[in-house]
């Protein structure tokens, strides 16, 4: 099917987005600690991405942490009336960058604070709650407690979405009867594709799907079917695996990351890649 056949907008929140995005988490120093090498090239990467038509970042204030975040605001603020910013919490990091779960009532209202503080917001547009019962993935365990605490902090006007990320099927549907989801935000890729009943799922209920690590993450999805189908359509293995994603269901919003402007001129010219049947095909055997 050709990409034309998809809209490139879907609903988030209250906004209409691009369903190519933007996720910053690459914007902060190595292992997403600490400040970047080059605070120039963050801030470009960001300006660029707005000026290309991306209005959907994706962030959280525990990449730094709290750099990301900063570097967002300087790069943004103030920001365009159509941008998105979706942010996470319920994490936090140790002193040697640690992922330490952080899911207390007092960490939660701590964490969207922060996140006001450093975006420079009055209110978030959304927020997920990252469930870290298991950091790695989505591992069952109520989310009642945690998106309770979240709910009231929207009905306090701090919070206009909700979002969930890291979740089980279970969890999705639990978190529905609590308060409005606007969107999951799960590890999928070509590689990784545990996600595809709740995709579509999804889809039939208008919640968008995002999905973490796009690439691959901090391992770059490589395989020499993927390089041959680049190849054969002149294209570069990355824009493949967003253009496989972009295909894959209509409610799956991108957000590559990458630190580079090259690789973000590259990232957002995949939605000009057309896979018809027989690429699609040859991209069927990378799932693990
Ligand atoms: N909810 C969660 O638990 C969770 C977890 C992880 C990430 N996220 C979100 O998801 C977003 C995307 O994930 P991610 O950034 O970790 O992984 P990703 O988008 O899958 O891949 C990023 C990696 O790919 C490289 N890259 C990007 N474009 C490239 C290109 N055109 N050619 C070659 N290499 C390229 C980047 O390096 P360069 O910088 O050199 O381009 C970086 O190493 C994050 O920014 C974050 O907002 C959420």
């Given at each position: 099917m050709s990409p034309t056949a998809f809209s490139t907008t879907y609903q988030l929140g209250h906004r209409l987005v691009n369903r190519l995005g933007y996720g910053?988490?690459?914007?902060?120093?190595?292992?997403?600690?600490?400040?970047?090498?080059d605070r120039g090239a963050a801030l470009a990467v960001l300006r660029e991405a707005l000026v290309s038509g991306v209005n959907h970042i994706d962030t959280s204030d525990f990449y730094g942490p709290h750099i990301t975040n900063q570097i967002i605001r300087e790069a943004?603020?103030?920001?365009?009336?159509?941008l998105t910013i979706v942010t996470k919490i319920s994490a936090r990091r140790g002193a040697d960058g640690a992922w330490i779960p952080a899911m207390s009532r007092a960490e939660l209202i701590q964490a969207v604070h922060d996140n006001l503080r450093n975006l420079g917001?009055?209110?978030?547009?959304v927020v997920n709650l990252r469930s870290m019962f298991d950091v790695h993935g989505p591992a069952e365990g109520s989310i009642e407690e945690p998106l309770t605490v979240l709910a009231e902090l929207q009905q306090q006007g701090l919070v206009r979405h909700i979002g969930l990320s890291n979740v089980t099927p279970t969890q999705v549907a639990q978190g529905r009867t609590i308060c409005n989801i606007v969107c999951v935000q799960n590890q999928y890729n070509l590689a990784h594709r545990e996600d595809d009943a709740l995709i579509d799922d999804l889809a039939r209920q208008g919640i968008a799907y995002v999905p973490f690590?796009?690439?691959?993450?901090?391992?770059p999805l490589q395989s020499s079917e993927l390089s041959n189908v680049a190849q054969q359509l002149g294209a570069t293995p990355m824009q493949v695996a967003l253009a496989w994603l972009w295909q894959r269901s209509p409610n799956i919003l991108l957000i590559p990351g990458t630190s580079s402007v090259a690789h973000l001129r590259e990232n957002l010219a995949s939605v000009r890649l057309t896979l018809t049947s027989e690429p699609l095909a040859q991209l069927e055997s990378i799932a693990e």
């Open positions: 910053a988490m690459q914007l902060a120093g190595p292992g997403v600690f600490g400040p970047p090498k943004l603020h103030p920001y365009p009336d159509n917001l009055e209110m978030l547009d690590f796009p690439l691959g993450g901090f391992t």
